[in-house]
């Protein structure tokens, strides 16, 4: 059984940074591309990272601007999500998520983690 499990979010000022986790169980890192969304208030979820399996590239949207990175731990099957210098506008509830591609749709996607809350707030 395929099951990816967050943590890591909460609340954090303007300009601060937070990592997000995300183990995955029922498959590894390198059998299909993974990455994250977020889904803000009001607005549809959007992807914004998306990893190629093994050494494959990782992909980044645009509208981070070098802020966020992404990394893993093959041994422990832990994806995670470095986000620095937040802005108020990207208080959304995050999730990782396993089948993305380059485009960030989430049509493609066949696995969900529960979502966690990220609060950029003074």
């Known amino acids: 059984q395929v099951q990816l499990v967050e943590s890591g979010g909460g609340l954090v000022q303007p300009g601060g940074s937070l990592r997000l986790s995300c183990a995955v169980s029922?498959?590894?890192?390198?059998?299909?591309?993974i990455g994250w969304f977020r889904q803000a208030p009001g607005k549809e979820r959007q992807g914004f990272v998306c990893s190629n399996p093994g050494n494959g590239p990782t992909y980044y949207a645009d509208s981070l601007k070098g802020r966020f990175t992404y990394s893993r731990d093959n041994a422990k099957n832990t994806m995670y999500l470095q986000m620095t210098n937040l802005e108020h506008s990207e208080t959304a509830v995050y999730y990782c998520a396993g089948e993305c591609d380059r485009s960030f749709s989430d049509d493609h996607v066949d696995y969900w983690g529960q979502g966690n809350q990220v609060t950029v707030a003074s």
């Open positions: 029922g498959f590894t890192l390198d059998d299909f591309a």
